[in-house]
């Protein structure tokens, strides 16, 4: 990601909770894909997990 790359990137810091607000409702669709991606991964290791992962051989197929 080019953001890692850049020396003058640094941690988000927001000051006052309005401008956390206004962050937060600038970037809705990005939240809510990562927090998609989040909760399918936890969800697909703990399926991996509880079958002993069995439900990982149809992808074997791919």
């Known amino acids: 990601m080019k953001c890692l ?3 003058n990137t640094s941690a988000l810091r927001f000051p006052t909770m309005q401008e956390a ?6 970037h809705q ?3 809510l894909t990562g927090t998609v991606i ?3 991964g936890a969800a697909m290791v703990i399926v991996a997990v509880e079958t002993g992962g069995l439900a ?3 992808l074997l197929a791919l």
């Not at 607000?21 to 600038?26: E, K, M, P, T």
């Open 56 to 58: 990982l051989v149809p």
């Open 5 to 7: 790359k850049d020396p």
């Open 29 to 31: 669709d990005e939240i």
């Open 21 to 26: 607000r206004s962050w937060l409702s600038d």
């Open 38 to 40: 989040v909760v399918a």
